[in-house]
Nanobody
Framework: QVQLVESGGGLVQAGGTLRLSCLAS????????MAWYRQAPGKQRELVATVTRNDRTTYADSVKGRFTISRDDAKLMAYLQMNNLKPEDTAVYYC???????????????WGQGTQVTVSS
């Protein structure tokens, strides 16, 4: 059974840095796009950053220049380097990946359980 597990969240002061990690496990033939989303209290989940299998990246305007998404396919990992954090970055951050479990099936979207990031002013 495929699972995504995030780690690296925590409490940090404004201007600080955190690095989130996402580990995929289970029977995995291929991983297509990987992404980070976040959801603040009372708000909808929003897309933060994506990275394709060819390492093409996209970012939400609110994090451009501060966050960097990357992946290591050999380790089945995705990362989100977050610099110059702001209080408005406070949210639960979720890892998302499109994963193929067998050659007979297509890609299926999986989600991690989320990791809390809290930025104090």
């Amino acid at each position: 059974q495929v699972q995504l597990v995030e780690s690296g969240g925590g409490l940090v002061q404004a201007g600080g840095t955190l690095r989130l990690s996402c580990l995929a496990s289970g029977i995995i033939v291929s991983i297509s796009d990987m992404a980070w989303y976040r959801q603040a209290p009372g708000k909808q989940r929003e897309l933060v950053a994506t990275v394709t299998r060819n390492d093409r990246t996209t970012y939400a305007d609110s994090v451009k220049g501060r966050f960097t998404i990357s992946r290591d396919d050999a380790k089945l990992m995705a990362y989100l380097q977050m610099n110059n954090l702001k209080p408005e970055d406070t949210a639960v951050y979720y890892c998302n990946a499109d994963i193929k479990e067998s050659y007979a099936r297509g890609y299926v979207a999986y989600w991690g359980q989320g990791t809390q990031v809290t930025v104090s002013s």
